[in-house]
């Protein structure tokens, strides 16, 4: 056992590991159960290759490893408020503005429970004000993609709660591919297989990997 007179113990690790408790859409009737956790690994995927999309083809030059890492820690503020309906957060403007200071300062808590010196290296991370405008959009496409990806994998087994769900993000992706083009060219390439069987994918690979010897 460590002595804690001598090095005292930080609970930062303990609250995040416990996003993987916290259920997302606990409102609603899931096929599948998704916790924060998932989702923020999920998100960093996605980000990673929306930065790697936009950096290769379209002239960006965001580095992808910090775009990565703050999709990780996007949802940290959930580990002490949860997850809420982004209906009721954003239904009223005045309770979302009140939501954004509770969300501030359960990021400032989640910080200082780090050590005093390693505060310095996650403020710019965990602190969702500090972090770039550029870098902002970037994990808010792969959120919205993620919830995207979600809803259509529920609709895939005929769970009518998240019907409402895909017409919501319907216009918003649209709108991103118009501002983004590396949302089109990621829902172009990659969306449509994210909800096939497995023995689709595989077939889909088979193709692939048939179409690459031919050439």
Known sequence: MLNKLKHKQSTFLAWLVRMSLIRRWALMLCFRHENV????????????????????????TLNADKVTTLAIYHEVSEAKLQDLNSKTKYQNPEFTRQYKKLENLAELECLHTLPPELRDDFKDIIIQDNIEDEYQKEVKAADILAAYIKANDELRFNNQEFIHVKKGLEPRIAELCKKMPEVQYFMDTFVECCWATVDQLTGIDNITLEEREVK
């Open 37 to 60: 956790s998932e989702h923020s690994h999920q998100t960093a995927v996605i980000a990673h290759m929306l930065a790697v999309i936009k950096n290769r083809l379209f002239g960006g």
